[in-house]
């Protein structure tokens, strides 16, 4: 919820306005964007926050093709190698991009799937992810495990069948919402 968690660390992106917002433009508006630079900005910005530079970047694919068929960055890799259309590489101006694909269903359960839009809605999500994660070490979040893989057998003389069940333990955990930074309203015209 960046409104809540990460509301101290929330960049909206506007219209173009030279007096009062050169940097933060619509990542679709091709006039005066430039998301390399507006991306660059906003690590710089991170920085600034957290005191780490950000190594993931969480898109949906709506987004991922407006920046890579934007003309600036066509045009910053036309003579080294070609873009894959409406795709980014897997790292891209030092970020891992992680590009969230779920789509929301509204459809009742049982009926036709209807799928709405990406969960993940018109934004851009940047992250330091601690790649050794450790105590004393900032991090936008981690993965603890409480216990290693507990494996349970048993034999069902009824059904003539040996069952392996298989569970672990674990929690998601936000250490440092400094470490995460959202930016909301990339997009002026958003997809339907």
Not at 103 to 118: H, K, M, N, P, Q
Not at 128 to 139: D, F, I, Q, R, T
Request: aromatic share 14%; glycine share 4%.
């Amino acid at each position: 919820d960046y409104g809540t968690t990460f509301a101290s660390y929330c960049q909206t992106l506007a219209t173009y306005n030279a007096s009062t917002n050169p940097y933060y433009v619509y990542m679709d508006d091709y006039t005066n964007a430039d998301p390399f630079y507006i991306v660059s900005l906003l690590k710089r910005k991170m920085l600034k926050a957290c005191g780490k530079y950000p190594n993931v970047m969480v898109i949906n694919p709506d987004t991922e093709a407006v920046i890579a068929n934007h003309p600036k960055e066509k045009a910053r890799h036309q003579y080294v190698k070609d873009l894959l259309q409406d795709t980014l590489p897997d790292t891209w101006n030092g970020l891992k991009i992680v590009r969230s694909l779920s789509i929301y269903d509204s459809s009742v359960e049982g009926a036709t799937a209807t799928s709405d839009s990406f969960l993940f809605g018109n934004y851009i999500f940047l992250a330091y992810v601690e790649k050794n994660p450790g105590l004393w070490k900032s991090s936008m979040g981690h993965c603890y495990e409480h216990e290693p893989l507990k494996v349970k057998t048993w034999y069902d003389e009824v059904k003539d069948t040996t069952f392996v069940q298989l569970g672990f333990d674990y929690t998601l955990e936000v250490i440092s919402a400094r470490c995460g930074f959202v930016v909301y309203n990339v997009l002026e015209n958003v997809p339907t």
